[in-house]
């Protein structure tokens, strides 16, 4: 019995090593995109600030849109609807391949946070390059003359 | 004043809380019966503190008093009733307080079920109860209290994410938690058992019932969320393997795997360290994934907390629960006698195969949540670990698992006839065997990998039916004599029977609505007309509509099957003015299993909406599996057998089963 369940453990650990090398996917900003010449093709996960004037509609749903991360931008192609939490300006994650013009193909587009933060990638991917200011903070969070949660809160 | 008396009673209900955590523990050393009956009052009394506390926050919240800071944020004065009681554990601190309040409500239950607990047991469990609700009331004082006021009150609330104005809300998360929070019975009576160092069959029947109840409250919650998820956030996407639902996921594996293995504990008095291991992991991973969810440590529509000393708080009492529970576990496991040898092939051998596939899928599950931030915290790299991981390594653990599954019953405790079992099984291999040609023949050249999957599926199904259909000589009797013997076997046969059941007919689902949706995204003026799997489906109109706290953008469709009429469909899309958010209501059509999904985009400057259609075949057995299985559970509940603490020899009820 021992050695039934042995050879479970074998074949389960042998399931996981292979679906962690085929099937992960990483996350990239514009900027590492930029430095680290990912092969068109490749599936990888881009996140950044969608460029405030660059999307595009275009026919059959098609839209295009640039993600930035304040020192590099990213066109993005997407054919489909695009999320409710979608906003230019706002942190969006996209997961797709480059094409060989260096486009990002998106099949996915991702807005899964709700509007008082950031998708989590985006937010630590742009306080690492040094690219984030108390703005972007801000841009999700209610307009400044509302009084703020907590603030002169009593116990 | 209310906000103060709830805040007031949380207080006492810790005091309550740390005398429960201490003195019948002492009385159990000393074979006090008066110290250790403590344990039985203050369970109580926190239950009646921690209502109140509840009370206090549902009543702040219907009254709209937004001096509270919890009451601002996450309501608003003109949302519907039903939204401002729901709202109450919408949001971190006020689902924390739902989160103690079923524990006390647990410990309640217990207090009042287990008089016929033996003393020591019940104490040491409820004091390891009370350790629990310490450090979560702890939590919620320190880093989480609901009650805070605001020195300035608006004047307006600024309402709850709109995503979960919805009835889901009403039922998701208290069911989640039940179930969560179910498995600290568990937990407590294993600790209690590892602290007296003495365990035996009764311990099992004890904790089983309370299992159970925890387990299906877990499968209503899981199913009712992906549910949810299915119809409000507007993809038809029914599980995402996001980490907020791995979290859920882990302690149902294991919950399901303690579930059988303490019927083999209270039958064959067997498997008993095991059994407390899995009692303890179950409840481990409940706790995880409260901080999982509750920490916001994971990017997900769940995390609404983004608070670090909150995550850290809670990472401590995870930490340390889950390691003093598993130091005492190797302290003291070797203390408990083992008994009851089996014959790997055997219901017992059957049972320990399905602990064992069960507990590694949900290790493969924990991997695929925990690597990526392991790997993070290790390397600074980010990735995601998605859909395609686990089904290569959760998918094909569930094929052994479903395979050997309708032998399990069929075998014989102690020493089974594997050949026999077979041979029962003969009509339901060769139903599958029949269901898997028929489908290859009709798809014709597709993968083989659907039809093959439902053959499973039908294997299970008919291989549980078979299980009653022995037992009850249907076929071999006269039918009436069949009937009879069929209601006379124990209600745990037949709940088994329906929880398999539920299994397999979720299966199906998944294959059929993974392998054969349809769905077509087009741009749509009013007049135009979509076809998708047969059905017409024509855009009336577009109109507006006001609700009470949003405006909504509400499309007609009228559907027709061959030039019949068969029916309305209205999706909308509504915007919500206190939070400028939108939300996408998808509207849906059923067709016996199969449903017609439709959901809004935008709408373009030349009047034409973008809309998102999706015919998905026999999606409902999705989440009518689920209920299957709950049903199975409440039926071996009903079980006399099973009675909550009613510890009687089984005798009478084993003479009505049949003879294997």
Same mark, same amino acid.
Request: glycine letters at 10%; aromatic letters at 10%.
């Given at each position: 019995?021992?050695?039934?369940?042995?050879?479970?453990?074998?074949?389960?650990?042998? #399931?996981?090593?292979?679906?962690?090398?085929?099937?992960?996917?990483?996350?990239?900003?514009?900027?590492?995109?930029?430095?680290?010449?990912?092969?068109?093709?490749?599936?990888?996960?881009?996140?950044?600030?969608?460029?405030?004037?660059?999307?595009?509609?275009?026919?059959?749903?098609? $839209?295009? +849109?640039? %993600?930035?991360?304040?020192?590099?931008?990213?066109?993005?192609?997407?054919?489909?609807?695009?999320?409710?939490?979608?906003?230019?300006?706002?942190?969006?994650?996209?997961?797709?391949?480059?094409?060989?013009?260096?486009?990002?193909?998106?099949?996915?587009?991702?807005?899964?946070?709700?509007?008082?933060?950031?998708?989590?990638?985006?937010?630590?991917?742009?306080?690492?390059?040094?690219?984030?200011?108390?703005? &972007?903070?801000?841009?999700?969070?209610?307009?400044?003359?509302?009084? =703020?949660?907590?603030?002169?809160?009593?116990? | 004043?209310?906000?103060?008396?709830?805040?007031?009673?949380?207080?006492?209900?810790?005091?309550?809380?740390? !005398?429960?955590?201490?003195?019948?523990?002492? @009385?159990?050393?000393?074979?006090?019966?008066?110290?250790?009956?403590?344990?039985?009052?203050?369970?109580?009394?926190?239950?009646?503190?921690?209502? #109140?506390?509840?009370?206090?926050?549902? #009543?702040?919240?219907?009254?709209?008093?937004?001096?509270?800071?919890? !009451?601002?944020?996450?309501?608003?004065?003109?949302?519907?009733? %039903?939204?401002?009681?729901?709202?109450?554990?919408?949001?971190?601190?006020?689902?924390?307080?739902?989160? $103690?309040?079923?524990?006390?409500?647990?410990?309640?239950?217990?207090?009042?079920?287990?008089?016929?607990?033996? #003393?020591?047991?019940?104490?040491?469990?409820?004091?390891?109860?009370?350790?629990?609700?310490?450090?979560?009331?702890?939590?919620?004082?320190?880093?989480?209290?609901?009650?805070?006021?605001?020195?300035?009150?608006?004047?307006?609330?600024?309402?709850?994410?709109?995503?979960?104005?919805?009835?889901?809300?009403?039922?998701?998360?208290?069911?989640?938690?039940?179930?969560?929070?179910?498995?600290?019975?568990?937990?407590?009576?294993?600790?209690?058992?590892?602290?007296?160092? =003495?365990?035996?069959?009764?311990?099992?029947?004890?904790?089983?019932?309370?299992?159970?109840?925890?387990?299906? +409250?877990?499968?209503?919650?899981?199913?009712?969320?992906?549910?949810?998820? &299915?119809?409000?956030?507007?993809?038809?996407?029914?599980?995402?393997?996001?980490? !907020?639902?791995?979290?859920?996921?882990?302690?149902?594996?294991?919950?399901?795997?303690?579930?059988?293995?303490?019927?083999?504990?209270?039958?064959?008095?067997?498997?008993?360290?095991?059994?407390?291991?899995?009692?303890?992991?179950?409840?481990?991973?409940?706790?995880?994934?409260?901080?999982? !969810?509750?920490? @916001?440590?994971?990017?997900?529509?769940?995390?609404?907390?983004?608070?670090?000393?909150?995550?850290?708080?809670?990472?401590?009492?995870?930490?340390? +629960?889950?390691?003093?529970?598993?130091?005492?576990?190797?302290?003291?496991?070797?203390?408990?006698?083992?008994?009851?040898?089996?014959?790997?092939?055997?219901?017992? @051998?059957?049972?320990?195969?399905?602990?064992?596939?069960?507990?590694?899928?949900?290790?493969?599950?924990?991997?695929?949540?925990?690597?990526?931030?392991?790997?993070?915290?290790?390397?600074?790299?980010?990735?995601?670990?998605?859909?395609?991981?686990?089904?290569?390594?959760?998918?094909?653990?569930?094929?052994?698992?479903?395979?050997?599954?309708?032998?399990?019953?069929?075998?014989?405790?102690?020493?089974?006839?594997?050949?026999?079992?077979?041979?029962?099984?003969?009509?339901?291999?060769?139903?599958?065997?029949?269901?898997?040609?028929?489908?290859?023949?009709?798809?014709?050249?597709?993968?083989?990998?659907?039809?093959?999957?439902?053959?499973?599926?039908?294997?299970?199904?008919?291989?549980?039916?078979?299980?009653?259909?022995?037992?009850?000589?249907?076929?071999?009797?006269?039918?009436?004599?069949?009937?009879?013997?069929?209601? @006379?076997?124990? =209600?745990?046969?037949?709940?088994?029977?329906?929880?398999?059941?539920?299994?397999?007919?979720?299966?199906?689902?998944?294959?059929?609505?993974?392998?054969?949706?349809?769905?077509?995204?087009?741009?749509?003026?009013?007049?135009?007309?979509?076809?998708?799997?047969?059905?017409?489906?024509?855009?009336?109109?577009?109109?507006?509509?006001?609700?009470?706290?949003?405006?909504?953008?509400?499309?007609?469709?009228?559907?027709?099957?061959?030039?019949?009429?068969?029916?309305?469909?209205?999706?909308?899309?509504?915007?919500?003015?206190?939070?400028?958010?939108?939300?996408?209501?998808?509207?849906?059509?059923?067709?016996?299993?199969?449903?017609?999904?439709?959901?809004?985009?935008?709408?373009?400057?030349?009047?034409?909406?973008?809309?998102?259609?999706?015919?998905?075949?026999?999606?409902?057995?999705?989440?009518?599996?689920?209920?299957?299985?709950? +049903?199975?559970?409440?039926?071996?509940?009903?079980?006399?057998?099973?009675?909550?603490?009613?510890?009687?020899?089984?005798?009478?009820?084993?003479?009505?089963?049949?003879?294997?």
């Amino acid at each position: 019995m021992i050695g039934g369940a042995l050879v479970v453990l074998a074949i389960a650990v042998g #399931l996981v090593l292979n679906a962690l090398r085929d099937s992960i996917v990483f996350f990239s900003t514009p900027q590492m995109v930029a430095e680290k010449q990912i092969p068109a093709g490749k599936r990888f996960r881009l996140g950044g600030l969608v460029e405030p004037g660059s999307l595009v509609r275009g026919d059959h749903l098609a $839209v295009t +849109f640039k %993600i930035s991360d304040g020192s590099n931008t990213l066109p993005v192609a997407y054919k489909g609807i695009l999320p409710d939490l979608f906003r230019e300006g706002q942190g969006v994650v996209a997961e797709g391949a480059l094409d060989n013009a260096g486009v990002f193909k998106a099949d996915t587009v991702l807005a899964k946070h709700d509007e008082t933060y950031m998708p989590k990638e985006v937010a630590d991917a742009l306080k690492k390059q040094g690219h984030w200011k108390d703005d &972007y903070e801000k841009a999700g969070k209610k307009p400044a003359d509302e009084p =703020r949660p907590m603030q002169g809160a009593s116990r | 004043m209310i906000a103060e008396i709830g805040h007031y009673a949380l207080v006492l209900a810790l005091a309550l809380a740390l !005398v429960q955590s201490t003195v019948p523990m002492v @009385g159990a050393r000393l074979h006090d019966p008066v110290l250790m009956n403590v344990a039985r009052s203050t369970a109580l009394a926190q239950l009646l503190f921690v209502g #109140l506390s509840f009370l206090a926050l549902v #009543l702040l919240y219907v009254t709209s008093d937004f001096s509270v800071a919890n !009451v601002y944020e996450n309501s608003h004065s003109l949302k519907p009733l %039903i939204y401002k009681i729901t709202g109450v554990w919408g949001n971190h601190e006020g689902s924390m307080l739902l989160w $103690v309040s079923i524990l006390a409500l647990f410990g309640g239950l217990v207090a009042i079920f287990g008089r016929n607990l033996p #003393l020591t047991l019940r104490a040491n469990a409820l004091a390891v109860q009370g350790w629990v609700a310490t450090a979560f009331y702890l939590f919620i004082l320190l880093t989480s209290n609901p009650f805070l006021r605001l020195a300035n009150p608006p004047m307006e609330g600024r309402d709850l994410n709109p995503v979960l104005q919805d009835p889901g809300l009403a039922i998701h998360p208290p069911m989640l938690y039940l179930g969560y929070v179910g498995f600290s019975i568990s937990f407590s009576f294993a600790i209690a058992a590892l602290i007296e160092g =003495r365990i035996d069959a009764a311990w099992a029947r004890w904790v089983r019932p309370w299992t159970l109840v925890a387990w299906m +409250f877990l499968t209503l919650g899981i199913a009712m969320g992906s549910y949810w998820a &299915y119809y409000e956030l507007g993809w038809g996407g029914w599980w995402f393997w996001d980490p !907020v639902e791995n979290a859920s996921l882990m302690p149902w594996l294991a919950g399901t795997a303690l579930l059988h293995s303490a019927v083999v504990m209270e039958k064959r008095n067997a498997l008993k360290v095991w059994t407390v291991l899995l009692a303890i992991l179950t409840f481990s991973l409940s706790l995880l994934g409260t901080f999982l !969810v509750r920490s @916001g440590v994971l990017t997900s529509v769940h995390a609404f907390a983004t608070d670090p000393t909150r995550g850290v708080f809670i990472l401590m009492i995870l930490c340390i +629960f889950i390691g003093g529970s598993l130091s005492l576990y190797a302290w003291r496991a070797s203390s408990l006698k083992q008994g009851g040898l089996f014959a790997p092939i055997s219901r017992e @051998g059957a049972l320990v195969l399905n602990n064992l596939l069960l507990t590694t899928a949900c290790a493969t599950v924990f991997i695929g949540t925990l690597y990526p931030l392991g790997l993070e915290v290790l390397t600074g790299e980010r990735i995601s670990v998605g859909a395609p991981f686990f089904n290569l390594t959760f998918a094909p653990l569930f094929v052994p698992l479903l395979l050997a599954l309708p032998f399990g019953p069929l075998l014989a405790w102690k020493r089974g006839d594997l050949l026999g079992a077979a041979q029962r099984l003969y009509a339901a291999g060769i139903t599958a065997l029949v269901a898997v040609a028929v489908l290859w023949a009709w798809v014709r050249g597709g993968s083989a990998f659907a039809p093959l999957a439902i053959g499973l599926a039908v294997f299970v199904i008919v291989g549980s039916l078979t299980d009653i259909a022995e037992r009850s000589m249907l076929f071999r009797m006269p039918l009436g004599i069949a009937l009879r013997r069929a209601r @006379g076997l124990p =209600r745990a046969a037949w709940g088994t029977m329906f929880a398999h059941l539920g299994v397999g007919a979720a299966l199906i689902g998944i294959v059929c609505e993974s392998t054969w949706n349809t769905e077509l995204i087009s741009t749509l003026k009013p007049g135009d007309v979509a076809k998708i799997a047969g059905y017409e489906l024509k855009l009336d109109d577009l109109g507006q509509r006001q609700g009470p706290n949003f405006g909504e953008m509400v499309a007609r469709f009228t559907v027709s099957e061959s030039g019949k009429v068969i029916g309305t469909m209205t999706p909308s899309k509504r915007s919500f003015a206190a939070r400028a958010m939108s939300t996408t209501e998808a509207a849906l059509l059923s067709r016996g299993f199969s449903q017609l999904y439709i959901s809004l985009g935008d709408t373009a400057a030349s009047g034409a909406i973008a809309v998102r259609i999706y015919h998905k075949p026999m999606v409902l057995l999705i989440w009518l599996g689920p209920l299957l299985m709950a +049903f199975g559970g409440l039926l071996s509940l009903s079980d006399r057998r099973l009675r909550v603490g009613a510890p009687k020899p089984a005798r009478a009820a084993r003479a009505l089963q049949a003879a294997e």
